[in-house]
């Protein structure tokens, strides 16, 4: 029994030792640029295919309104091995990724003709106040 605890153990650690981590990666490439204006640029790369750029720059609106506006692109290796990348954008509409492993909305779906004839009915006979006063009983 000690023999075979002792023999998972052994065969557990070799397994561990040959799997890559990504705690064990380094970088390969660094790059960080910025002006006093508030604009910026930065990319790096690892050595597990990790990779990642991005510019900022302010964009000003109207007299007293300024905002960020960041683009970039990011990239990995899954771990079943395929390359995943995407591409973002985030400004005054929000962030804004796009990318080939990203859900996307299913398509419209047409509008049931049953409430194609209620909106018809609806426009064709719109609500109107009463201005006169309901009937009392005397």
């Not at 604009?39 to 720059?57: L, R, V």
């Not at 003709?113 to 009915?121: C, F, K, P, T």
């Amino acid at each position: 029994m000690k023999f075979f605890v002792v023999s998972s153990v052994v065969v557990a650690c070799v397994f561990a030792a040959s799997v890559p981590s990504d705690q064990a990666s380094s970088i390969v490439r660094s790059d960080f640029q910025s002006d006093p204006d508030g604009n910026y640029q930065y990319s790096y790369e690892t050595d597990n295919g990790i990779s990642s750029n991005a510019q900022g720059k302010v964009k000003v609106y109207g007299k007293d309104e300024v905002a960020l506006e960041v683009s970039g692109s990011n990239s990995y290796i899954s771990p079943e091995g395929q390359k995943v990348e995407f591409t973002y954008i985030a400004n005054e509409n929000g962030y804004q990724p796009q990318g080939a492993l990203l859900p996307t909305p299913p398509p419209p779906q047409p509008i049931p003709d049953y409430i194609v004839r209620a909106l018809e009915y609806i426009k064709a006979h719109p609500y109107v106040e009463a201005t006169e006063k309901p009937y009392k009983k005397p």
